[in-house]
């Protein structure tokens, strides 16, 4: 009667078509070792192609993000300049390539971008106007080429005239070039007389897409 009665079930239920079988008998399911272990390596060897990718891709990002954040800096402090209808000084300090500051403040004198204490510090309105290379992970100033008024071997400045926007001296220009740690990348940002910035590739060998050559 028992062999009769799983028989019966098992027809009817292939008439309602929900036939349920069983595993067989020794028989696993899921992974083994081996599969796991080939899916790792796998795994691994993929991870190992795209980690040169990713890692250029981060650099470019960085320099992009800080030769973008100057020029915007030098187009805020013309504009400042011609807003508040006053002469406005940016002025850059250097000690190496990976110490250094760039600020403005209103006048037509140097300010001090590194001291925060200092009586003339970096700012507007008592709000610091700087950036500072400790900001910068991964890129160093590399080169900086100028003819702008160098009160000593270290630093440089340049004044906005409000009228126009200009430099109040007509030949000051210059710029400024990042590289990436790495050596890969390189963006320049420049600076002219007429006060337009523009960022562009000094190096075509290290350009980064997206920006002419200078």
Known sequence: MTARKALYTIVLNDREG????????????????????ITLVVVVLLLSLAAPSFSSLVQKRRITSIS???????????SESVKRNQQLTVTFDSNNA??????????NALCDCANAAAANYCEIDNVAKTIVSTSVRNVQLSGIAD????PNASSAAFTYDPVRGLMVNPADSGSFTFLTDNGKFSLQVEVSGTGRVDVCNPDSSKKVVGFDGC
């Open 18 to 37: 929900n036939t349920e079988r069983m595993p067989e008998p020794g028989r696993q399911t899921g992974f083994t070792i081996v599969e796991l272990l």
């Open 68 to 78: 973008e954040q100057l020029a915007s800096f030098l187009v805020i402090a013309q």
């Open 147 to 150: 003819n702008l008024n160098q």
């Open 98 to 107: 990976t110490d250094w500051c760039i600020g403005m403040a209103l006048g």
